[in-house]
């Protein structure tokens, strides 16, 4: 929290001073202390350890259900009062003033949702009451939503403001986020209804706690699975890789500006997930071509481009097992695709061609662009920048160079460091690159063929033939082929 912009200052003051002056005007007259320190030690105690999400840098406080419970037996001022213990929570490595921040914001939640319980008609839970789903269970969840919206807008206002996140960023990770807070709320329903319907009183927080670290148990394990899935594509990204020494790390970049132009369109939190899986495996196929083909230095026959066609449903036979990637395969299948329906290796066009894909397509060719290759230096940004422009609608899909390039302003592209060859090794490079655009494959024989229908280039095509619904045409004096 160190160096907050001025604004960031003035929310957090902002925010803990309307948590003092509600606790400082709150009447605790007829507040049950005992209850009170009871559900403190086990708000601390949950504290102290929050379930990390696979979402970057979130966790959810197991302490939500404390605090819903709080609601229930104590109400808004017992709530807002529990709240300000995250001041002393068990997280350590938390700057003070982001302990003063987050036990202010959980007063105000704590508060809030006791005065949505309240208006809701709701009560405690009582042995002999008939209609608890109406004065229980119904207002507890509107409750319930009240707080995690609370605290979900008031820790958005403060990473908007000090710039750790931007709003897009946000709203693709609140549903995760939501979803996690939602779940362990309804733990703080099962903490009331244990300590006054069922009568076993302060013993409830005892009771409650091993489901609440068996949930905790369980988000864990699901993110150390998706850790797993990550070590495993970046094992087969390296793979692919170590074909071409100039080539490293051009699958994470890819990824990433995938990423950027999921996030710019608007796209869900678990779609953004699996476009990042495409982008890092996109040119897996490659383990399926010859190494010679792809370090040829001189034109390449029809039969070594067909094999270079045939690298994305290569790709697709080797991961297509892997449950997890869904709507990936059809980035990594046809990332190859272009707009004016002359890609590989089925000639879709326009629409046809599947998001993922489209995305995709820019990411690899911008980041192909500006990566220093084996027979030729880096363009510069602003040169990709024009070629994305100038191939928009032939090559690629416009609105999606468009909302690539907006990124770019946000999220400025910093191209590799040129790559400096070992010299106690001989390093393979490839000489010829079918991602870049503006350099494009060069094949033997001056007059290929413009493609015919749509269909995937056979392992040797026809004598005059480039490969049915493959790239094939002739080279332009641009050097874009069309």
């Not at 996140?165 to 693709?172: G, H, I, N, V, Y």
């Not at 949930?215 to 993110?223: N, P, V």
């Not at 699958?251 to 982008?279: H, K, L, N, Q, T």
């Not at 990124?407 to 393979?428: G, H, K, S, T």
Request: glycine content about 10%.
């Amino acid at each position: 929290m160190r160096g907050l912009p001025p604004a960031a200052w003035a929310y957090v003051c902002g925010v803990v001073a309307l948590a003092a002056g509600l606790i400082a005007t709150a009447s605790f007259d007829d507040l049950e202390w005992r209850t009170l320190a009871v559900l403190a030690v086990l708000f601390l105690i949950c504290d102290s350890a929050p379930a990390l999400l696979n979402v970057e840098r979130a966790r959810v406080s197991l302490s939500f259900a404390a605090s819903l419970a709080t609601v229930v037996l104590l109400g808004p001022a017992g709530a807002a009062l529990l709240g300000v213990c995250a001041i002393v929570t068990g997280q350590r490595l938390f700057a003070p003033v982001k302990r003063v921040f987050n036990g202010a914001q959980f007063a105000l939640c704590g508060y809030a949702s006791g005065v949505v319980f309240i208006a809701l008609g709701g009560q405690r839970f009582e042995p002999g009451q008939v209609d608890w789903v109406e004065h229980v269970i119904g207002p507890f969840l509107g409750a319930l939503v009240t707080f995690v919206l609370v605290n979900l807008l008031l820790v958005a206002g403060i990473l908007l403001l000090s710039k750790q996140a931007t709003a897009r960023e946000l709203l693709s990770a609140s549903g995760q986020l939501a979803f996690g807070c939602l779940g362990y709320g309804m733990f703080g329903l099962l903490i009331a209804g244990l300590w006054s319907r069922v009568g076993v009183g302060p013993f409830a927080a005892v009771l409650v706690l091993l489901p609440l670290f068996i949930a905790r148990w369980a988000l864990e394990q699901t993110r150390a699975q998706q850790q797993a899935h990550a070590a495993t594509l970046a094992a087969l990204c390296q793979a692919v890789e170590t074909k071409d020494y100039y080539t490293r790390g051009h699958s994470e970049r890819v990824s990433r500006g995938s990423v950027m132009i999921a996030r710019e369109i608007g796209m869900r939190s678990d779609r953004v997930e699996a476009i990042r899986y495409a982008g890092m495996l996109h040119d897996v196929g490659k383990l399926g071509v010859p190494t010679k083909t792809l370090q040829k230095s001189g034109s390449l026959t029809e039969e070594e481009f067909a094999a270079i066609q045939l690298h994305p449903m290569r790709g697709l036979e080797i991961v297509r097992e892997i449950g997890f990637l869904d709507e990936a395969l059809a980035g990594i299948m046809h990332h190859h695709e272009k707009m004016n329906g002359r890609g590989y290796p089925m000639g879709l066009a326009g629409d046809e061609i599947p998001e993922f894909a489209r995305a995709i397509s820019i990411a690899d060719a911008f980041d192909c662009m500006t990566s220093t290759r084996s027979y030729r230096a880096a363009r510069t940004v602003e040169e990709a920048v024009e070629e994305l422009r100038r191939c928009a609608g032939d090559h690629f899909d416009p609105d999606m160079v468009e909302a690539f390039l907006n990124a770019l302003d946000r999220d400025p592209w910093v191209p590799p460091q040129p790559v400096v060859l070992p010299e106690d090794d001989i390093a393979e490079t490839t000489q010829q690159d079918h991602d870049d655009p503006s350099a494009p494959i060069r094949v033997d024989g001056d007059d290929i063929p413009e493609p015919g229908a749509a269909g995937v280039p056979s392992e040797a095509p026809a004598e005059g033939a480039g490969g049915a619904g493959g790239p094939a045409g002739k080279v332009t004096g641009d050097g874009v082929r069309q």
